[in-house]
């Protein structure tokens, strides 16, 4: 099966600061490999992915990257705010249909 | 919009005791997952589905069965509750085939078993 680990798995950033998280996989089948945001008490949501066959992505403040040869991906959140205040889950897809998701950052931007 | 949703928030069972957790979602997704989350464990697979009647079973099923006889609904049942399934589960959906491969997560039920 795959084995997917996050760190760190705390994260205290200044508002205004860049906040990366970082994981990796073990099944180099894996080829999609989302992050979710979960608020406190709320379920957790998609906020970015990526397929194996990119390098990068970005979304306004959010990035994801991925390096298949070390098997590892990370989202970048800059200018950090209040609001992104939240643990963030990396997960990767293989098998099928089957997703393993990382142990989870909890992400705090102090004002 | 998609909607996920499960029958309970919270949830207060005996040891012992047969125990359904119910999720329905309305936007005729092939696949549907629980899972139980834990802090410092994040979310650990439990079962999944991928059509009706088809189950496989995920990291963790010992304790668990599910049913699925109905395409937006999937039930996840415990035999015998245990003290330690004390958790919170979430249930998700998904499409099984082409580009769309988010999950969907309903809001969760959490469970206490004495």
């Not at chain 2, 802090?39 to 999944?48: E, H």
């Not at chain 2, 699925?68 to 979430?90: D, V």
Request: charged fraction near 25%; hydrophobic fraction near 30%; include cysteine.
């Amino acid at each position: 099966g795959e084995n997917v680990e996050q760190h760190p798995s705390t994260l205290s950033v200044q508002e205004g600061d860049s906040a990366v998280i970082k994981c990796t996989y073990s099944d180099s089948a894996s080829n999609y490999f989302p992050w979710y945001k979960q608020e406190l008490g709320k379920r957790p949501q998609l906020i970015i992915d990526i397929r194996s066959n990119v390098g990068e992505k970005k979304d306004q403040r959010i990035a994801v990257t991925l390096n298949k040869t070390a098997k590892h991906f990370s989202l970048h959140i800059t200018e950090t705010q209040p609001e992104d205040s939240a643990v963030y889950f990396c997960a990767a897809k293989w098998g099928y249909q089957k997703v393993t998701f990382g142990t989870g950052t909890k992400l705090q931007v102090i004002p | 919009d998609v909607k996920v949703t499960q029958s309970s928030r919270y949830l207060v069972k005996r040891t012992g005791e047969k125990v359904f957790l119910e999720c329905v979602q309305d936007m005729d997704h092939e696949n549907m997952f629980w899972y139980r989350q834990d802090p410092g464990l994040g979310l650990r697979l439990i079962y999944f589905s991928y059509d009706v009647k088809m189950k496989e079973k995920g990291d963790i099923p010992e304790g668990y069965s599910v049913s699925r006889e109905k395409k937006e609904r999937f039930s996840l049942i415990l035999e015998s509750a245990s003290t330690n399934q004390t958790s919170m589960y979430l249930c998700a959906s998904s499409f099984k085939l082409g580009g769309q491969k988010a999950q969907y997560f309903g809001p969760g039920t959490r469970l206490l078993v004495l």
